[in-house]
């Protein structure tokens, strides 16, 4: 029997850290294990290496969700995916969560359903959560300050692949476009990683927007 998700609740509301665990322990294949009221409490968290996922807020007093991303990122070897929480979709918060090195984002406002899925998806799949909504983002976002290092140095069929998990497609999905084997898919993504610095799918797909591949 799988062993289940170990999730964590990082939020300076008690009410609302009470709602999504009520929601996520009604759930056979997760379990809430900790809980947080900042970002402190967040790097403590992942530090222990108790939760597989992170729901965070990212507004939060003393140290915010985009300031513990970007700790808990930099510091771990394996931190665990970070799924952001916010109010608005078109938050720069949001963005900048992502560019810190999120894995996705929820809305407050998103379905049970939904809920559920995105903390699945985020940690058991190697799709991008939500797309749509980070293509917006990017649109609405405030510029980098300096293009992603790294886009030029993509080759033709590296920069497909990356365009198609832009699109939101998983491996398998994309290695079915482009009629490539899926190790294949997974080693120029490997490869687009390394040439733009960036640890993840999410980080990667931020660069594409940022560089103007999308």
């Known amino acids: 029997m799988t062993a289940p998700l170990r999730i964590a609740l990082i939020d300076d509301e008690a009410l609302i850290r009470s709602g999504f665990a009520a929601i996520i322990g009604a759930e056979p294949d997760l379990e809430v294990v900790a809980q947080g009221a900042d970002g402190i409490d967040a790097v403590a968290i992942a530090r222990s290496g108790k939760a597989d996922v992170l729901l965070m807020d990212v507004r939060m007093?003393?140290?915010?969700?985009?300031?513990?991303t970007g700790r808990i990122v930099s510091e771990l070897d394996a931190p665990p995916k970070i799924l952001v929480v916010t109010t608005f979709d078109n938050d720069d918060y949001v963005w900048q969560a992502l560019r810190a090195g999120a894995d996705g984002f929820l809305l407050k406002r998103t379905r049970v359903e939904d809920l559920l899925a995105a903390v699945r998806l985020v940690a058991r799949t190697d799709a991008l959560l939500f797309p749509e909504a980070v293509r917006r983002l990017a649109v609405s976002a405030t510029p980098a300050r300096k293009a992603p290092r790294g886009i030029g140095d993509l080759s033709e069929r590296e920069r497909e692949v990356l365009?198609?998990?832009a699109r939101g497609l998983s491996n398998v999905e994309i290695a079915a476009e482009l009629f490539l084997g899926r190790e294949t898919v997974k080693t120029h993504l490997s490869s687009v990683y390394t040439k733009l610095g960036v640890r993840d799918r999410t980080q990667a797909v931020i660069a594409a927007y940022e560089g103007g591949l999308v």
């Not at 007093?61 to 513990?68: E, K, L, M």
């Open 61 to 68: 007093p003393t140290v915010d969700g985009i300031q513990a």
């Open 163 to 165: 365009v198609h998990a």
